[in-house]
T-cell receptor, first 114, second 113 residues
Framework: NAGVMQNPRHLVRRRGQEARLRCSPMKGHSHVYWYRQLPEEGLKFMVY????????ESGMPKERFSAEFPKEGPSILRIQQVVRGDSAAYFCASSPAGGIDEQYFGPGTRLTVT | GNSVTQMEGPVTLSEEAFLTINCTYTATGYPSLFWYVQYPGEGLQLLLK?????DKGSNKGFEATYRKETTSFHLEKGSVQVSDSAVYFC????????????FGDGTTLTVKP
């Protein structure tokens, strides 16, 4: 039973490029969450999605960041025109239902902007 | 809004020492409480959880009790091992903010032989 999968594990982008981070939830899970972890800091919520719906994007920066979870395929976190401050670890988590269940985390994508 | 406050780290202990990592929370409803552990280079893994007042979560020798009266969920272990070295996150989620778990800033534990 595969866990949450994220790819790539490491991503290097130059300033101004686009970064696309992918997340495949655990089998049977229809709820996906994205978090950002800056160096030496805690986990910050970004967005909560269900299939084809954004439920809560209150943690997403207003510009350059977008997320989707299509009917088929993985969830995508997209960062346009990356800046050095976007360098961080981005974690995806999934759960079988929304609410107060625990979340299952992927290994993360470490984005480095040069 | 909800918030979680953890004791600041880093925490350094000798093997077989007693561990306590304090966690207090603020929530509008009746949250579920969690401790997650993050090993270097990895994602978070659920360590234990408690879903209602006075519940005790336990796993791998770690324990935490949901104390509603003090809004706390302190993590304890009687005898730590070198392999317990990791970052520990306290978290909560509640129905009013379904899906949006709130995490503490994490406490780094280093256990020395």
């Amino acid at each position: 039973n595969a866990g949450v999968m994220q790819n790539p594990r490491h991503l290097v982008r130059r300033r101004g490029q686009e970064a696309r981070l992918r997340c495949s939830p655990m089998k049977g899970h229809s709820h996906v969450y994205w978090y950002r972890q800056l160096p030496e800091e805690g986990l910050k919520f970004m967005v909560y999605l269900q299939k084809e719906n954004i439920i809560d994007e209150s943690g997403m920066p207003k510009e350059r960041f977008s997320a989707e979870f299509p009917k088929e395929g993985p969830s995508i976190l997209r960062i346009q025109q990356v800046v050095r401050g976007d360098s961080a670890a981005y974690f995806c988590a999934s759960s079988p239902a929304g609410g107060i269940d625990e979340q299952y985390f992927g290994p993360g994508t470490r984005l480095t902007v040069t | 809004g909800n918030s979680v406050t953890q004791m600041e780290g880093p925490v350094t202990l000798s093997e077989e020492a007693f561990l306590t990592i304090n966690c207090t929370y603020t929530a509008t409803g009746y949250p579920s409480l969690f401790w997650y552990v993050q090993y270097p280079g990895e994602g978070l893994q659920l360590l234990l959880k408690a879903t209602k007042a006075d519940d005790k979560g336990s796993n791998k020798g770690f324990e935490a009790t949901y104390r509603k009266e003090t809004t706390s969920f302190h993590l304890e272990k009687g005898s730590v091992q070198v392999s317990d070295s990791a970052v520990y996150f306290c978290a909560l989620s509640d129905r009013a903010n379904a899906g949006k778990s709130t995490f503490g800033d994490g406490t780094t534990l280093t256990v020395k032989p």
